[in-house]
């Protein structure tokens, strides 16, 4: 998951004998646990590094964000949904409020959330966050508009794979997507 704006600057933490002990660069430290599998190793990382942050800089800092929200992706990857669920509630509002909430990277974000929310069975959660997600796309250039509409009918048909023929869920997801179809051939339409 990488959320973070190419052109943040750099912020290292020093302990007393002037070692770094977290680079918040681009989570590099993360990337390379996770390409290694080594997702303990990355969630401890983070955390340490997180901890000693938050003193130093500021809640609502960019870094600090993007951080948090690579930790979540630590703890998908190690089974710790409501740990993940529990930071990326915590990152979300803050993110939108500092770069909006109709900015690709948020809007991953919030992907990712609801990805987390069904991963644990929190239907309904989830279905409240796509319906949050889906009413974007008013706010969105044509093509987001495009992309958000494809998001929210994949969602859709995930949860019809998954239910059984005759759950009051899969009845929803089916009438959503014949609904998210035909207000996609509406949009398309409209290019």
């Keep these: 998951m990488s959320g973070q704006p190419s052109n943040l600057p750099s912020v290292r933490l020093l302990n007393e004998e002037g070692i770094c002990v977290l680079s918040l660069d681009s989570g590099e430290l993360r990337k390379c646990y996770n390409y290694a599998e080594e997702y303990e190793k990355a969630a401890e990382s983070l955390e340490m590094g997180i901890n000693a942050a938050e003193n130093k800089i500021a809640k609502d800092d960019l870094i600090l964000i993007v951080v948090k929200n690579n930790l979540a992706y630590a703890y998908e990857q190690k089974g710790e949904y409501k740990k993940s669920i529990a930071l990326l509630e915590e990152t979300l509002p803050i993110q939108q409020e500092i770069v909006g909430k109709s900015n690709f990277d948020t809007l991953k974000i919030l992907v990712y959330l ?8 929190g239907l309904a959660k989830a279905i409240s966050l796509l319906e949050e997600l889906h009413l974007f796309r008013g706010s969105l250039l044509r093509r987001n508009t495009y992309t958000a509409l494809k998001l929210y009918e994949h969602m859709v048909s995930v949860r019809q794979k998954k239910l059984e023929p005759g ?3 899969r009845k929803w997801a089916e009438v959503r997507s014949q609904k998210c179809i035909e ?7 409209r290019r």
């Design 114 to 121: 609801i990805e987390q929310y069904r991963k644990i069975k």
């Design 167 to 169: 759950d009051e869920q």
């Design 183 to 189: 207000t996609w051939k509406w949009t398309w339409a």
